[in-house]
């Protein structure tokens, strides 16, 4: 039995109701989106803790370090 190729196009040059400038526009701004999310999510994860310390030694009564970290 001998295979079949196939040459159905996928992705971007299937057919459809829409330009493929309006197309690319849309692809374009859903990856600057997804791009800036998984930044933003980044920036999130490791600036936290600094922020919370940060807010903590700018506040009344000033505590040192030693106190902000300990669990007590």
């Known amino acids: 039995m001998a295979s079949r ?3 159905k196009a996928k992705g971007k040059n299937s057919k459809g109701s829409k330009s493929s400038e309006e197309r690319s526009t849309a692809q374009c701004v859903k990856e600057w989106s997804t ?3 998984k930044k933003a999510k980044v920036i999130t994860h490791y600036g936290f803790i600094p922020l919370v310390i940060i807010i903590g030694m700018n506040s009344e009564p000033k505590p040192h370090l030693s106190q902000l970290l300990s669990p007590v």
């Open 35 to 37: 791009w800036a999310m």
């Open 5 to 7: 190729i196939s040459l």
